[in-house]
T-cell receptor, first 114, second 117 residues
Framework: DQQVKQNSPSLSVQEGRISILNCDYT??????FLWYKKYPAEGPTFLIS?????DKNEDGRFTVFLNKSAKHLSLHIVPSQPGDSAVYFC?????????????FGTGTRLQVFP | NAGVMQNPRHLVRRRGQEARLRCSPM?????VYWYRQLPEEGLKFMVY????????ESGMPKERFSAEFPKEGPSILRIQQVVRGDSAAYFC???????????????FGPGTRLTVL
């Protein structure tokens, strides 16, 4: 039972354009969401997060949008750069105000080409 | 401040052998988490520990798998009598005590890739 879903296994975007990575979840009790970035042979690194009380959070080139009614969130990267090429994981916290147990999606591999 | 360290980075075992994976959390971190990533899948939560205590092991297989985080030394994930299906990347993460957290996130190590022949 996949509670956090990333339905696009891969995405290819030209440098300078916008990358949009999507994530859907099934459990309406999830209240905190995170995006992680992972390079090959490395562990995931935290990118950006959003609480369910917000619908948008922005950090530089990265913006996360949350649509609670649709149980959907997305990560926008603009402008995309070749160094953004990595696997991006969406994660959700099933326990309110506690991120000690994260549920991850299967990841989307982003490739940014020149 | 060194990041989360895991060793070995690669481990090869034959079926029936034991695998021991070690994780040293970041300095000052009191919480350790273990995740498993099977090929083409996301990270799956296995267990969450504080020093000398298992807090949540709801993601651990019922048999052959155990984890500990002793008062001194690294956290150990132990897999007894490994089978081919145990082949995966095992990631450890750590986080500081609750009251010291400025962001709610976990810091991941580079992982141990276990291959069972």
């Amino acid at each position: 039972d996949q509670q956090v879903k990333q339905n696009s296994p891969s995405l290819s975007v030209q440098e300078g354009r916008i990358s949009i990575l999507n994530c859907d979840y099934t459990n309406s009790m999830f209240d905190y969401f995170l995006w992680y970035k992972k390079y090959p042979a490395e562990g995931p690194t935290f990118l950006i997060s959003i609480s369910s009380i917000k619908d948008k959070n922005e950090d530089g080139r990265f913006t996360v949008f949350l649509n609670k009614s649709a149980k959907h969130l997305s990560l926008h990267i603009v402008p995309s750069q070749p160094g953004d090429s990595a696997v991006y994981f969406c994660a959700a916290s099933p326990v309110p105000y506690n991120t000690d147990k994260l549920i991850f999606g299967t990841g989307t591999r982003l490739q940014v080409f020149p | 401040n060194a990041g989360v360290m895991q060793n070995p980075r690669h481990l090869v075992r034959r079926r029936g052998q034991e695998a021991r994976l070690r994780c040293s959390p970041m300095k000052g971190h009191s919480h350790v988490y273990w995740y498993r990533q099977l090929p083409e899948e996301g990270l799956k939560f296995m267990v969450y520990l504080q020093k000398e205590n298992i807090i949540d092991e709801s993601g651990m297989p019922k048999e052959r798998f155990s984890a500990e985080f002793p008062k001194e030394g690294p956290s150990i994930l132990r897999i007894q009598q490994v089978v081919r299906g145990d082949s995966a990347a095992y990631f450890c993460a750590s986080s500081p005590p609750l009251l010291e957290r400025d962001t709610d996130t976990q810091y991941f190590g580079p992982g141990t890739r276990l291959t069972v022949l």
